[in-house]
């Protein structure tokens, strides 16, 4: 059934009953893995406690168990989380690579509840993406010693060529805590190596699997009653009902197609609102919306090309997504119904609402064992009467070895604007107006990069060239017309008796208008520690000795910030972020260098294990130098207060005021998740405005109630 080094056992015909409990029946004959080796902070030392992996396998499922001990039992994080937060608790996973060519690794996983944490992480990445899901089983239950975890993975939520005999690249990892944060690995890691699957050594051989094909229907329906403030009433519509079907099926082991017929992509959860105030160019958000999830690491090297937020309110969609052996196939089309329309610029970016629009994206992607890739892209957006913009792209990521990798891509924007009041401004670039008159041009960017890692010394070069009319119909490429060269070197020094980690950093930037006219020049010097009770300082400066904004030239200007992270236990996690200093006003008629003040807090306290509140206020100030004068002042104080019945059912209740804009929403919320495709909620949203010619300073303009139900079928 598995080797490891040359063993191999059969494969098991009957199921386990995933319930967090091993019975010596259901587990026996297992391979059993050992994770030795503490490599997080330790450099591959022994690891303070024993933590065990057992792996068997049927024809259709994956079966994982680990046996977590823990020194002293009181030390165990555990908490009942939903999918994908249960980051600071204790928790174990399996490290999975279909193919053995280092493309990505695949880590399933779960507390000691059984909270699921999975998400996937590309050859070079140092942070995965949490909004890729799998579905499957998992349970835990904690003893004296530790816990125990169970999981059964179908080998259907995997991608791979078929084979009679499958050789996968695993491994098993830990993220437990002492006084602070540690990582154990069942194999050696070496530090600064940024190829994290290719230091796995363990093998699993599957022979026999014959998983069903998924045929899955997921339909859903959702309702809205929605009133608008009308005069000082709240008027309500008539409520509305939507019905839409989304469809999956796997066309082959390694292929798969996604369509969905008026989907409700609508933001249920509300986004974090970030401070824009003072931001001269438009700020995307994380993609949270899961049709979009699957398939995201064959985009993930091309940055801001693509940006699948920009498909808002699509009638239609369909993906398709192959993870061949040594090719990569992602090609997405969609018909939008509301599209945003951006325009990036040298000093600002301009937005627009346009109307219904056609899109698509195609990437394709050769994959080398080593971790290296090369790639195409090319993207294109029709809109309704006129106008479209086109994209053609290459790009390659190639590994020299462990310690040098280059970066290069390439793109070449091919833009019709529509005839269209979208964006209305007098603003000029190379002789063309931003504003859209049916114009035709061409825009380039380009891309280079180099990474050299060791243990104690990262370097990073990068250069980046823009043209003045490059645009990105499906992405997010906000600022164009300009040239720039960027160096970082890091340092990186271990742990002695108190301190974990040391980190000197040094970051400069020098940033050119794309005809060669200097823009800014920036110095950064950061340093950061990491103690041993969990506790995280950093500290930095950065130094702009010159800056131009809108034909205006700024010198010697700078800004100090400190960032502070704690976590004393699972019950508590703070971090604070204060920046004081200097910084152009870029958003008033006439900019100037004023002195600015931003500070962010964020406290979550979990009182009782199955209840959280977390507090976040972020504030913001500048000022005129010489006067003292008020710039701009405000604030945004939010809670996120949720009581989790369980692992799949919660009640959640969002308060934000927005001191900037004199606004307060609120959010209830109760939700019902049990795997990545079914949900349910039911909810209503309230927005208030400060209206100071009503009665009451506070009036609802605009109140929602809400539902929504989505339920996965089956079909094999």
Request: aromatic fraction near 14%; charged fraction near 25%; proline fraction near 3%.
């Amino acid at each position: 059934m598995l080797f490891y080094h040359g063993f191999s056992q059969q494969k098991i015909k009957d199921e386990i009953k995933i319930d967090g409990i091993m019975t010596p029946n259901e587990w026996k004959g297992a391979k059993i893995f050992d994770l030795k080796y503490e490599v997080e902070p330790g450099d591959n030392t022994n690891a303070p406690f024993k933590t065990t992996a057992f792996v068997l396998y049927s024809e259709t499922k994956l079966y994982i168990a680990f046996d977590a001990k823990i020194s002293d039992i009181t030390l165990l994080r555990a908490t009942i989380n939903e999918r994908d937060t249960a980051w600071n608790d204790d928790w174990v996973s399996i490290a999975v690579d279909t193919y053995d060519d280092n493309r990505n690794l695949i880590i399933i996983g779960a507390n000691a509840y059984g909270s699921q944490i999975d998400f996937k992480l590309a050859s070079g990445e140092d942070n995965g993406d949490p909004g890729f899901d799998l579905n499957y089983d998992s349970s835990g239950s904690i003893n004296k010693e530790g816990y125990i975890v169970e999981m059964a993975i179908p080998f259907s939520e995997f991608q791979y060529k078929k084979k009679d005999i499958l050789n996968w690249k695993i491994g098993f990892y830990r993220e437990a805590w002492l006084k602070s944060k540690i990582g154990i690995s069942s194999s050696k890691f070496v530090k600064g190596d940024n190829c994290l699957s290719c230091q796995f050594d363990t093998y699993i051989e599957l022979k026999g699997i014959n998983p069903k094909k998924r045929l899955d229907f997921i339909p859903f329906i959702s309702g809205n009653y929605i009133g608008n403030l009308d005069g000082e009433k709240l008027k309500f519509n008539k409520p509305s009902v939507k019905v839409g079907l989304n469809a999956r099926y796997d066309i082959s082991s390694s292929t798969s197609i996604d369509v969905t017929i008026n989907p409700d992509f609508s933001q249920v959860e509300s986004d974090v609102t970030k401070i824009d105030v003072n931001s001269p160019f438009a700020i995307n958000y994380q993609e949270k919306r899961p049709f979009f999830n699957e398939g995201k690491d064959i985009l993930s090297s091309l940055g801001d090309l693509v940006y699948s937020r920009s498909i808002n309110n699509p009638i239609f969609a369909s993906k398709l997504v192959n993870q061949g052996e040594k090719n990569r196939i992602y090609f997405l089309t969609s018909y939008d119904m509301d599209t945003p329309y951006l325009v990036p610029g040298e000093d600002r970016s301009y937005m627009g609402k346009a109307e219904e629009s056609f899109g698509n994206i195609l990437r394709y992607q050769r994959i080398y064992p080593n971790g290296s890739n090369i790639g195409l892209l090319t993207t294109n957006r029709f809109y309704k009467g006129g106008g479209m913009g086109n994209l053609i792209a290459g790009d390659a990521n190639i590994r020299l070895n462990k310690t040098y990798q280059v970066n290069f891509d390439f793109a070449h924007s091919m833009t019709e604007e529509p005839n269209n009041d979208w964006i209305s401004t007098d603003d000029m670039v190379n002789g063309k107006s931003i504003s859209l008159n049916g114009e035709k041009f061409s825009g380039n960017k380009i891309g280079i990069g180099l990474n050299r890692s060791t243990k104690n010394w990262r370097s990073e070069l990068l250069l980046d060239q823009y043209s003045p009319l490059f645009r990105t119909d499906m992405g997010f490429v906000t600022n164009n017309n300009y040239k720039q060269i960027s160096f970082d070197q890091t340092y990186v020094s271990e742990r002695d008796k108190k301190v974990t980690m040391y980190v000197a950093k040094i970051k400069s930037k020098f940033k050119y208008s794309y005809n060669g006219k200097l823009k800014q020049t920036n110095i950064m010097p950061i340093y950061s520690m990491r103690f041993k009770n969990g506790f995280q300082f950093t500290y930095g400066y950065a130094i702009i000795p010159f800056e131009e904004y809108k034909g205006k030239e700024f010198n010697n200007y700078g800004l100090n910030f400190i960032n502070l992270k704690y976590s004393p236990s699972e019950k508590i996690n703070i971090f604070s972020r204060l920046l004081i200093g200097t910084d152009i006003a870029y958003n008033i008629d006439d900019p100037v260098i004023g002195k600015k003040s931003t500070m962010t807090l964020e406290f979550n306290y979990q009182p009782i294990n199955k209840f959280n509140i977390g507090l976040m206020l972020s504030t913001e100030s500048m000022k005129y130098r010489v006067t003292n004068e008020e710039i701009y002042k405000g604030h945004i104080f939010r809670t996120d207060s949720k009581y989790q019945f369980n692992r799949d059912f919660s009640l959640k209740l969002v308060t934000e005021y927005n001191d900037f804009s004199e606004s307060l929403f609120i959010q209830s919320l109760l939700k019902w998740n049990p795997n990545p495709s079914t949900i349910f909620y039911l909810g209503g949203n309230n927005d208030l405005k400060n209206n100071i010619n009503s009665n009451e300073n506070w009036v609802s303009n605009t109140a929602q109630l809400f539902f929504k139900l989505q339920y996965l079928f089956k079909v094999q």
